[in-house]
């Protein structure tokens, strides 16, 4: 098996993209090379993924709780999530990408969100990976929104309390229809999933690594693919039931 052909190819990868600002620190620079830096490693995990034919690539951009940073840095991640997109979307389309944003887009300036949205219309058609970026996201803000809008048909008659169940519930979530990420992976050495997709991850396997995001490249997404080939999932079940279904497939 060679390293570009994982036996069992994740489905679905959901990353906290974790570190820009150190990694400026060390090298003695301002968070914004940090961020821009980022950008690059970014790009490389998107080509990554598609060519490793992963079907869903969901990726923290900004957190609901980003906006509580320094104003010069927020303004700063606002300009180059701008200029990032407007400079990407067409080879995202040329690579058949479908982007969509997640997260609460009425947050952000009227400039931006029309781009997003056009970014979204434009590749809209197109059948290759699917790009979810999460900006403005906070997993509890979702599941808020999520039972604010059940509870609406519940109260306009549409739905009764008895039909809420696991699969509305994801329905009504950002990402409900794509499958659920199987591999999630965070730079930056923390351990913590900071309000990221705190629905879609209950089964999800998770590789951390210190590396800082700019220092994230196709050989660190190889060894993550590899740690997700060599877990054995067993929701909830014991590993024997597993193996015995992976021997009767
Ligand atoms: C992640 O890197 C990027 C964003 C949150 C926008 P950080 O900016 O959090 O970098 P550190 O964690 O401070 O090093
Ligand atoms: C999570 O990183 C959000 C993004 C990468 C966009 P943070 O750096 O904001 O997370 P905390 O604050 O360390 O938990
Ligand atoms: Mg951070």
Not at 14 to 24: K, L, P, Q, T, Y
Not at 76 to 95: Q, S
Not at 222 to 233: H, L, Q, S, T, V
Request: hydrophobic share 35%; charged share 25%; aromatic share 8%.
């Amino acid at each position: 098996m060679s390293r570009d052909q994982p036996d069992k190819t994740p489905q679905h990868i959901a990353v906290i993209m974790d570190g820009n600002g150190r990694w400026a620190q060390k090298r003695g620079l301002g968070r914004s090379a940090g961020h821009q830096a980022g950008v690059k490693a970014t790009r490389q995990l998107v080509e990554g993924c598609a060519r490793r034919e992963i079907k869903v690539l969901t990726v923290f951009a900004f957190s609901s709780e980003n906006w509580k940073r320094p104003e010069q840095e927020v303004s700063f991640l606002m300009e180059l999530f701008r200029g990032t997109l407007r400079g990407e979307v067409d080879k995202l389309h040329e690579n058949n990408i479908r982007v969509r944003f997640i997260g609460d887009l009425s947050g952000f300036r009227s400039g931006l969100q029309k781009d997003m949205l056009a970014a979204d219309r434009k590749t809209s058609g197109n059948t290759g990976m699917r790009l979810n970026i999460a900006v403005n996201y906070g997993g509890r803000w979702e599941l808020t929104q999520a039972m604010a809008r059940i509870a609406a048909q519940i109260e306009g008659g549409q739905l009764q309390a008895a039909d809420v169940n696991d699969e509305l519930v994801a329905r009504h979530t950002s990402i409900g229809d794509d499958p659920e990420p199987d591999l999630f992976i965070r730079t930056g050495g923390e351990q913590r999933l900071s309000n990221y997709l705190l629905w879609h991850l209950a089964y999800t396997e998770l590789f951390f690594t210190d590396t800082l995001w700019p220092d994230f490249g196709v050989d660190e997404l190889d060894r993550a693919i590899g740690f997700f080939n060599g877990r054995e999932r067993r929701f909830g079940q014991t590993g024997e039931q597993i193996r015995d279904l992976e021997n009767n497939a």
